[in-house]
C-alpha cells in the first residue's frame, strides 16, 4: 500500500533512518525529503544516466508515453551521452528551480554516490544519490533532498514534496524505460 501512494518512490525505513553523504551541507533543515525506487540493473548500468541527468545536460528522464506529449526539444536523452559522463567535485550543472537556479558538485564518487548543493537567496540546498547494489542485479536508488531558510516550511514540505514526489516518480518510471531499451 505504502507503495501505491507513493507512486512507486517510497523510501525504507532504514533510508529514512541513515545518515546521507551531503546532510551536513544543510545541518538544520526545514524540510527533507527521502524517494527510493529500485531498478533492474547494477549500479555500474544505472549511474550513467545520473552522471548526466539535468537541464542542459541529458534532461530529467520521464516515460515515453509522457515525453511524446512534450515538443522534441524538450525531451531528455534516451541514449548515453559519453560527453556528459565526466563530473567533479566543484562542477556547477544547471538546475531547473528558475532561471540561475544552479547545483554544485559536492561528491562524485560513482557508481554510488553524487552529492548536489545550492544556495538561492535565503535558501539552502542539498540533493543526494544514493546507489546501491540491492542484490540480483539490481540498484537501490535513494535520494535525499534538504532544504533550510523556507519561509513558509509546511507549504515547501507539502506543495515542494508533492512536486518532488510526482518528478521522482517520472524519473524512475523513465530510467526503468531507458534501462530496458537494447
Same mark, same amino acid.
Given at each position: 500500500?505504502?507503495?501505491?501512494?507513493?507512486?512507486?518512490?517510497?523510501?525504507?525505513?532504514?533510508?529514512?533512518?541513515?545518515?546521507?553523504?551531503?546532510?551536513?551541507?544543510?545541518?538544520? !533543515?526545514?524540510? &527533507?525529503? #527521502?524517494?527510493?525506487?529500485?531498478? +533492474? @540493473?547494477?549500479? $555500474?548500468? /544505472?549511474?550513467?544516466?545520473?552522471?548526466?541527468?539535468?537541464?542542459?545536460?541529458?534532461?530529467?528522464?520521464?516515460?515515453?508515453?509522457?515525453?511524446?506529449?512534450?515538443?522534441?526539444?524538450?525531451?531528455?536523452?534516451?541514449?548515453?551521452?559519453?560527453?556528459?559522463?565526466?563530473?567533479? !567535485?566543484?562542477? &556547477?550543472? #544547471?538546475?531547473?528551480?528558475?532561471? +540561475? @537556479?544552479?547545483? $554544485?558538485? /559536492?561528491?562524485?564518487?560513482?557508481?554510488?554516490?553524487?552529492?548536489?548543493?545550492?544556495?538561492?537567496?535565503?535558501?539552502?540546498?542539498?540533493?543526494?544519490?544514493?546507489?546501491?547494489?540491492?542484490?540480483?542485479?539490481?540498484?537501490?536508488?535513494?535520494?535525499?533532498?534538504?532544504?533550510?531558510?523556507?519561509?513558509?516550511?509546511?507549504?515547501?514540505?507539502?506543495?515542494?514534496?508533492?512536486?518532488?514526489?510526482?518528478?521522482?516518480?517520472?524519473?524512475?518510471?523513465?530510467?526503468?524505460?531507458?534501462?530496458?531499451?537494447?
Amino acid at each position: 500500500m505504502v507503495e501505491v501512494i507513493g507512486f512507486g518512490v517510497a523510501p525504507r525505513a532504514e533510508e529514512v533512518a541513515a545518515t546521507v553523504p551531503g546532510d551536513d551541507l544543510v545541518p538544520r !533543515p526545514d524540510v &527533507v525529503m #527521502d524517494r527510493g525506487f529500485t531498478l +533492474d @540493473a547494477p549500479p $555500474e548500468r /544505472v549511474w550513467p544516466w545520473f552522471a548526466q541527468l539535468g537541464k542542459n545536460r541529458a534532461g530529467w528522464y520521464l516515460p515515453t508515453g509522457i515525453e511524446a506529449l512534450l515538443p522534441r526539444r524538450r525531451r531528455a536523452l534516451r541514449r548515453l551521452d559519453p560527453a556528459l559522463q565526466h563530473l567533479s !567535485p566543484g562542477d &556547477v550543472i #544547471d538546475d531547473w528551480g528558475g532561471r +540561475d @537556479a544552479t547545483f $554544485e558538485i /559536492v561528491t562524485h564518487d560513482p557508481p554510488h554516490t553524487l552529492v548536489h548543493r545550492s544556495t538561492r537567496g535565503r535558501l539552502e540546498i542539498s540533493w543526494a544519490i544514493r546507489l546501491t547494489d540491492d542484490g540480483d542485479g539490481t540498484t537501490r536508488v535513494h535520494l535525499r533532498f534538504r532544504l533550510s531558510g523556507a519561509r513558509r516550511p509546511w507549504l515547501a514540505e507539502y506543495g515542494g514534496g508533492l512536486l518532488d514526489l510526482l518528478t521522482v516518480a517520472g524519473l524512475a518510471a523513465g530510467l526503468r524505460d531507458r534501462l530496458r531499451a537494447p
